[in-house]
């Protein structure tokens, strides 16, 4: 507002006169600012879904408490009154880019909303689009690690609750039709898949640099990608296939079944919070 003032002072006299001898020559004409001309050094206000997207990056990158909300704010172009407008504080921005990180970390919706006839076929598409969908966002990964090394949320669970398990209904149906029509061998859950596949996809993020070093294995090479890709899709898929006798389980994994709801009026629900405002 300062700025906008000093120019609009300024175009206030650009129709000045100056005297040189006796002719009375016009200054040459300048810009004149008004209301809806906003300074030429001014940025654009972000949007809620651009400050997410570069606390995401930061946070990634320096972890929670060594971000500060006041670089994020000069990183994203919006104030920090507006931040917290939207947000809450802090830890509500960095909620938020734990939420979108999870988002970016799933297949498409077209991988998902379709039924194949041939269920290993389905199952490699499944596995090629969640892997080429961790490759993409290696930030989402980084901040998925360090919250889980370095926790900054209070109720992660709680959170983690709020997104939709359209991912894992997916993999069961894949599942079910193909240890139904004997493709598949049984004794295997969709969070069994789910660990093998994410913790393979997971691995050039989180330790690539430190395999690169003991072993020369460069994961960001086009060659080690590809073969990276493949790698993933034959072990899930040979997992799934082999002929190991069955051991009894009807899982390698149990999930703990979820507890009685608890009053919820003092939980921060992160995905209500306003995306526009009074701005």
Known sequence: MEAYGRNAATGVCANRLERQGDTVTPLPEKHTADASTPPLDAPADATVDE????????????GFHATKLEDIAKASGMSKRKIHYNFGDKKGL???????????????????NRSYAVPVEGMRRFIDALYMAIKDHPDAVVILLREQLDPALEDADSLFSQRPEDVALHLERLLLIGQDSGAFRPGISADDVLLLLISLCFFPAGVGDVAQGLRGVDFRSERNVTGMRRMVIDTVIAFLTTSISPSGYDSYLEATPPTPAEDSS??????????????
């Open 266 to 279: 003092d939980n921060h629900d992160y995905l209500s919070e306003p995306e526009g405002g009074i701005y």
């Open 51 to 62: 400050v997410v997207a570069t606390a995401l990056r930061m946070f990634a990158d320096a």
């Open 94 to 112: 960095y909620a938020r880019a734990v939420l979108r990180a999870l988002e970016q970390l799933r297949p498409p919706e077209s991988v998902l």
